[in-house]
């Protein structure tokens, strides 16, 4: 089946340590996006790739960082810069560009942070 | 930067009632998608507008795009419980500054 899988589902860690989610599709998608969402509220975008060994920051990028080595994979590090990490990470990937195309999200990998 | 509302935050409905959500956006968009997300789930997409005054339905969803492209309503009729969810709209305004998602409304129906 095609589609984007997130794992773990639900990944919990100390604070001060670093975290990182893994998101894969095999779409064939050139572009691919990391959101965070917190209880109540919209989808805030943490950093997007619209290229291989190219990303860009999104309007919550600081205490993330990301990689794109590869087409079908685009993995997240929460930081220990991060002051509040406990979220709900999305990650979700679009054949063109970030702001025309529909965008296909994964499962969701919910933090917590001890 | 860009801001996208979206109002109300959340609507009680009863079953059979109808629902609408409104969407506004801070700068012209060059085209609005919505989506839905489950209770536990994830977002799925549902519809994109991109032309002015724009009407598309979808059975009981019926999606319109403003003719100044600046704001966005999703109608649905006579829910049922299959609806509950949040809705949210997420308006892009082309090249490569992604889309900008409204905090959603959270459709609750009382049977």
């Known amino acids: 089946d095609g589609g984007i899988t997130q794992s773990p589902k639900y990944l919990f860690r100390k604070e001060g340590q670093n975290v990182t989610l893994s998101c894969e599709q095999n779409?064939?998608?050139?572009?691919m996006y990391w959101y965070r969402q917190d209880p109540g509220q919209g989808l805030r975008l943490i950093y997007y790739?619209?290229?291989?060994?190219?990303?860009q920051k999104g309007d919550i990028a600081e205490g993330y960082s990301v990689s794109r080595e590869k087409k079908e994979s685009f993995p997240l590090t929460v930081t220990s810069a991060q002051k509040n990490p406990t979220a709900f990470y999305l990650c979700?990937?679009?054949?063109?560009?970030?702001?025309?195309?529909?965008?296909?999200f994964g499962p969701g990998t919910r933090l917590t942070v001890l | 930067g860009q801001q996208v509302m979206q109002i109300p935050q959340y609507q009680h409905v009863q079953e059979g009632e109808d629902f609408t959500t409104y969407c506004n956006s801070s700068?012209?968009?060059?085209?609005i998608q919505w989506y839905k997300q489950r209770p536990g789930g994830h977002p799925v997409f549902l519809i994109q507008?991109?032309?002015?005054?724009e009407v598309k339905k979808q059975k009981r969803l019926t999606f319109q795009f403003g003719e100044a492209k600046k704001n966005s309503s999703l109608h649905i009729t006579a829910t049922q419980t299959t609806d509950v969810g949040t809705y949210f709209c997420?308006?892009?305004?082309?090249?490569?500054?992604?889309?900008?998602f409204g905090k959603g409304t959270h459709l609750i129906i009382q049977p």
């Open positions: 979700a990937s679009s054949s063109t560009g970030p702001s025309t195309d529909t965008q296909y």
């Open positions: 779409l064939n998608h050139d572009a």
């Open positions: 790739s619209q290229i291989v060994n190219d990303f």
């Open positions: 700068t012209t968009l060059s085209n």
């Open positions: 507008l991109v032309k002015s005054g």
């Open positions: 997420a308006g892009g305004r082309g090249g490569a500054d992604g889309l900008t």
